[in-house]
């Protein structure tokens, strides 16, 4: 039987990984085939910058922290597994497709996007997406643009009413 030390270090480990999910609205799982150290820091670095994290961790340790949370992914949880997360939606999946793209040996498998188990299509879908930034950006030219188009409309009325 197992030691009682290691079992509390396993569950901390369970809980921990539990929490993470909890607590992120994206959570990519990514499948490792042979990323070197430098290039497994070079993501993390990529993370870091968007408050993301990437761990790894057992995969039994994180099929029971998913099972605590009534979450069955135990199908999926085969092979080397990277687990990407942050509290931003959009920020960690845009990060790790950034980098898979000139890394072919890191995968994305699939995520657990605002609590929702999430494919590998959707993931694409989502990495395609402008940044927060980007789209209040676009939302307040939006906003610029009709202002300045009822602009117009006022003076070229008021034009009118001058000519009358």
Not at 135 to 141: H, N, P, Q, S, V
């Amino acid at each position: 039987m197992a030691n009682q030390k290691i079992l509390d270090q396993k569950q901390k480990i369970i809980d921990e990984i539990a929490k993470n999910v909890q607590e992120s609205s994206s959570f990519i799982f990514l499948e490792n085939h042979g990323l070197t150290v430098s290039e497994t820091m070079e993501l993390r670095r990529k993370l870091k910058e968007s408050d993301s994290e990437l761990k790894i961790y057992k995969n039994t340790l994180v099929n029971r922290a998913l099972t605590s949370l009534n979450i069955d992914l135990k199908d999926e949880l085969n092979g080397p597994k990277v687990v990407a997360f942050g509290k931003d939606v959009v920020e960690p999946i845009k990060a790790v497709s950034k980098f898979i793209e000139n890394h072919p040996n890191l995968e994305m498998k699939l995520g657990i996007v605002d609590g929702e188990i999430t494919d590998l299509a959707t993931l694409k879908k989502l990495a395609t997406i402008p940044s927060r930034d980007g789209l209040l950006t676009m939302l307040a030219g939006g906003l610029m643009q009709t202002v300045n188009n009822f602009a117009i409309c006022l003076d070229l009325h008021a034009k009118n009413l001058e000519q009358e």
